[in-house]
């Protein structure tokens, strides 16, 4: 779940300013997305740059592609290269099994009002409920976060 770092670097034996030639990364959106600039303008016959891959928040172990392409900046002609790469995206196992022990506490704590009844204090049951709730919203939201 912490970002990536994808380095490119590219050599051609010819320049040609005409067709204006760029060099892009894209993925599908759902569990990754670019986060630098997704495209770099190819200015000379040899450079290198650098694409910043951010995970998307997903409760589980996730597989999806990057592609990177070399060529034209319209997207209907022919690239002179592109190449598609696995990306499997793994999540922390402890971080899932605190997120559920919380999920659990939390709403143990949101049924304990019914469980003692009616007998035990208003205030006492309140408390409880608005416990179970934030400790339930912390684990959803929250931990339902990547780290930055």
């Not at 319209?74 to 592109?82: K, S």
């Given at each position: ?53 951010q995970p998307d928040a997903a409760s589980f172990d996730a597989l999806t592609h990057v592609t990177i392409r070399l ?44 469980i003692l009844g009616a007998d035990s204090p208003l205030t006492l049951r309140i408390l409880l409920a608005v416990i ?17």
């Open positions: 779940m912490k970002p990536a770092r994808l380095p490119v670097s590219f050599y051609s034996q010819h320049y040609t300013e005409i067709p204006k030639i760029s060099l892009t990364c894209s993925t599908d959106g759902r569990f990754l997305r670019v986060s630098s600039d997704d495209s770099h303008d190819v200015a000379l016959r040899y450079d290198s740059t650098e694409f910043w891959l060529g034209p900046e319209e997207a209907v002609t022919t690239p002179v290269a592109a190449v598609r790469l696995p990306v499997i995206i793994k999540h922390s196992r402890m971080r899932l099994i605190s997120r559920v022990a919380i999920s659990a506490l939390g709403a143990f704590l949101v049924a304990t009002p019914a179970g709730a934030a400790t339930l919203s912390a684990a959803t939201i929250v931990m339902g976060r990547p780290r930055s």
